[in-house]
T-cell receptor
Framework: DGGITQSPKYLFRKEGQNVTLSCEQN?????MYWYRQDPGQGLRLIYY???????QKGDIAEGYSVSREKKESFPLTVTSAQKNPTAFYLC????????????FGSGTRLTVV | KQEVTQIPAALSVPEGENLVLNCSFT??????LQWFRQDPGKGLTSLLL?????REQTSGRLNASLDKSSGRSTLYIAASQPGDSATYLC??????????FGGGTRLMVKP
């Protein structure tokens, strides 16, 4: 079955560390997205990519970086510059334009220890 | 800029009731609207996708309607069950293919 796989499900980061969250899709979607969700709050867009080797900043890109070297993969790195990284991170994909809607992964919960 | 609002923010009902969740959006130039369900600590599950040319979509006990001209969508849940307890989100794509989400309706169905 086609879908989006996020890993790991839980991730712990020490102060000053960079960590990378994985997102892989086998839906043949051109566009991929990263969202952040804080407790009791809505989803905020971090980065998005409409095509391989191209990506754009979303509303809260500071302290994050991404790459899009393959159509199937859109990893997110949370750098030490992100001062409050503890959150739930969701990856999504769609066609471009999103005529068929969006598909979301199951999320990664990142905690700073 | 597109803004999406969901009413009510929270809802608690006894099992068996029929429910209506509301979603409104400010820019009617959308090509579809999507309803999602989110359980605590989980990702988003797509429930229904309504294209701009459609008036409604149905899946089991769920029915979603779309009125582009008035900027409104309604999710109707028939004969609610405790397993329906979750947060329901509506979202519309906008500039750059990005989704704009409503704040969600947190639903609790009591046995």
């Amino acid at each position: 079955d086609g879908g989006i796989t996020q890993s790991p499900k839980y991730l712990f980061r020490k102060e000053g560390q960079n960590v990378t969250l994985s997102c892989e899709q086998n839906l043949n979607h051109d566009a991929m997205y990263w969202y952040r969700q804080d407790p009791g709050q809505g989803l905020r867009l971090i980065y998005y990519s409409q095509i391989v080797n191209d990506f754009q900043k979303g509303d809260i890109a500071e302290g994050y970086s991404v790459s899009r070297e393959k159509k199937e993969s859109f990893p997110l790195t949370v750098t030490s510059a992100q001062k409050n990284p503890t959150a739930f991170y969701l990856c999504a994909s769609s066609t471009a334009p999103a005529i068929g809607g969006y598909t979301f992964g199951s999320g990664t919960r990142l905690t700073v220890v | 800029k597109q803004e999406v609002t969901q009413i009510p923010a929270a809802l608690s009902v006894p099992e068996g009731e029929n429910l209506v969740l509301n979603c409104s959006f400010t820019d009617s130039a959308i090509y579809n609207l999507q309803w999602f369900r989110q359980d605590p600590g989980k990702g988003l599950t797509s429930l229904l996708l309504i294209q701009s040319s459609q008036r409604e979509q149905t899946s089991g006990r769920l029915n979603a309607s779309l009125d582009k001209s008035s900027g409104r969508s309604t999710l109707y849940i028939a004969a609610s069950q405790p397993g329906d307890s979750a947060t329901y989100l509506c979202a519309v794509p906008g500039a750059g293919n990005m989704l704009t989400f409503g704040g969600g309706t947190r639903l609790m169905v009591k046995p």
